[in-house]
């Protein structure tokens, strides 16, 4: 099962510090770590919300709204993805890292991603949902092809 | 922390740690199954400690410590009671109180790949060697095996003990291969990982036709395997081909389960993570030079599906020429006719149609009910609709397959329309 691994954002990391040498150093350790037990597929940083927008949606009005945002405490400054046998796993993997963000208290939230099992039922009892999608998608292959 | 999350966080631990912690053991010991016991020692006492101690800080340590501390009781008390292990024993004791032994720890990845080749030695069956690498290197349970072949798990553990005691009689040495050797165990490993691979792939028991965790194991083993030998191009190439077949595992099957052969696959439904996995995997076998391998191979044709954007995008000349390729390194009827149809594909029915004729006289294809329908389906594309109808009809009558047979049969029929 795969995991997203969110590293959240601090003050720091939204007023766009770099991390230290060191902390680079020992994230670099630590995902060599993941790579090597092969539990990591993707790791990315980001940049601060600043550079960040977001599309409101309303009905069918959208808006963009230009960073940054305040909550920084729930914003994501980076995450990975993992794959591992269970949520116990990527909890002791993620007990591992480095303190993300040195000289505050950091935190790390772990989610798991959807998989198809987890559509089972659905797909069952209304195949015609996917059908219809796959249709869908056809045409719009064939307007575009 | 209630008792039941303790012991799952220490069914994590385990299979994070048990690996490094049997290869460690394993180099001390110089015995995998002698290894395995000490290791699981030290798991029984975790299982004890902490849901009262609560979990340590390095649970990894905290285990490697429990074990070595065994390993070297034990090896004290064999240097005094047995001869047979008084030289080992002795050389042992000295190297721990020389310290020689914190020296080990760098040398993990290498112990941990010498448990690899331990794990997939020649002189065990193909499934002991299956049933160990998924115990040792993946750290799953003898449990977690059977259930996972659908396996009595008292013939798992079996196999188990019995591979063990054969790695032990046969006195296997705990090293990577060199020179002359090393190539073909390493296809040995290569071949164990593949395997499970494909069990979970196209399972070949059961009622589901994919088992998506074996596939993830067999990923995982071959992600750590990459790792430990970076400079082997033909392990990236597995990992390659792995990642790209695996990329389409939610593509495989349609509504109510049945198969959705590749080209008429919804790609839209292909994990494109998997598939820039696998194209980076293959360019690093790519980049590591020398003659491809035939999991190389197979992963620049997996490749050339992957990059299509839509089935007809297909680079069928490319894969033709791959497939040409490969049977030249792995000579096969069946690899053949898998080139007589990109032939077909790039260049025409009747160009594919001149291999799989050849084909005919070929002993292996006999009874092989995919060489009457790809010739049916040549012959059906040139309007040679009576011949197409004779060999479709053949095909149906040669196939296990209850949905493939119907298939074939519908299609024979609708070329009796036709007419």
């Known amino acids: ?145 | 922390m209630p008792a039941a999350d303790t012991h799952r966080t220490i069914d994590a631990v385990w299979r994070m740690e048990s690996p490094k912690l049997i290869a460690t053991l394993t180099r001390m010991v110089r015995d995998v199954g002698l290894a395995e016991d000490l290791a699981q020692d030290a798991l029984l006492t975790a299982l004890e400690q902490w849901p009262d101690s609560g979990i340590p800080d390095n649970p990894g340590a905290w285990l490697t410590a429990i074990g070595k501390r065994r390993a070297i009781d034990m090896l004290r008390r064999t240097t005094l009671a047995d001869r047979k292990y008084e030289e080992l024993g002795r050389d042992v004791v000295e190297a721990i109180e020389t310290d020689v032994i914190e020296a080990i720890d760098d040398d993990i990845g290498d112990d941990l790949l010498r448990l690899v080749f331990i794990a997939c030695h020649p002189v065990l069956s193909t499934e002991a060697r299956v049933a160990l690498t998924l115990r040792l290197i993946g750290g799953l349970t003898t449990a977690e095996i059977a259930r996972a072949f659908l396996t009595p798990e008292a013939t798992i553990a079996q196999r188990i003990v019995r591979a063990k005691r054969t790695l032990t009689d046969a006195k296997v040495p705990f090293e990577v291969p060199r020179g002359a050797d090393r190539a073909a165990r390493l296809s040995s490993v290569l071949e164990v990982i593949y395997l499970v691979f494909n069990e979970g792939y196209s399972a070949t028991a059961g009622d589901d036709w994919m088992r998506p965790a074996l596939c993830e194991d067999a990923l995982r083993l071959g992600r750590i395997l990459a790792e430990l030998m970076p400079q082997e191009a033909e392990v990236h190439g597995l990992v390659a081909l792995m990642e790209i077949q695996a990329s389409r595992l939610r593509a495989r099957t349609g509504p109510t389960g049945e198969a959705v052969p590749l080209l008429e696959q919804d790609r839209a439904r292909w994990d494109q993570m998997l598939i820039r996995r696998g194209l980076v995997a293959l360019a690093r076998a790519e980049k590591l030079g020398g003659a491809p391998g035939p999991y190389a191979y197979q992963a620049a044709i997996a490749a050339c599906h992957a990059r299509a954007r839509k089935a007809d995008d297909t680079d069928w000349a490319r894969i033709a020429a791959l497939y040409a390729q490969l049977a030249q390194l792995i000579p096969s009827p069946v690899i053949e006719l898998n080139r007589a149809v990109a032939i077909a594909m790039a260049f025409g029915p009747a160009e594919g149609l001149v291999i799989a004729d050849r084909l005919q006289s070929e002993k292996a294809l006999e009874g092989y009910h995919l060489l009457p329908a790809v010739r049916g389906d040549f012959l059906a594309k040139l309007g040679r609709h009576d011949e197409a109808r004779a060999e479709l009809q053949r095909a149906a009558a040669l196939t296990r397959n209850a949905r493939e047979r119907a298939l074939l049969l519908d299609r024979a029929a609708k070329l009796a329309g036709d007419r």
């Open chain 1, 1 to 145: 099962m795969r995991f997203m691994v969110m590293v959240k954002a601090s003050k720091d990391s939204e007023a766009g510090v770099m991390p230290s040498e060191e902390l680079l150093t020992e994230m670099g350790r630590y995902n060599e770590e993941l790579i090597k037990a092969g539990v990591m597929l993707a790791g990315e940083g980001l940049h601060p919300s600043s550079k960040g927008v977001r599309v409101q949606f309303d009905g069918n009005d959208r808006k963009v709204i230009d960073g940054p945002f305040t909550e920084t405490k729930e914003l994501v400054a980076g995450f990975w993805l993992f794959e591992c046998k269970s949520k116990e796993e990527a909890i002791e993997w993620v007990k591992r890292a480095p303190n993300p963000m040195p000289g505050s208290v950091g935190e790390i939230e772990i989610r798991q991603v959807f998989e198809d099992s987890d559509f089972g039922d659905l797909v069952d009892k209304v195949p015609e949902v996917f059908e219809n999608e796959r249709k869908f998608r056809e045409q719009v292959a064939k307007k575009n092809g």
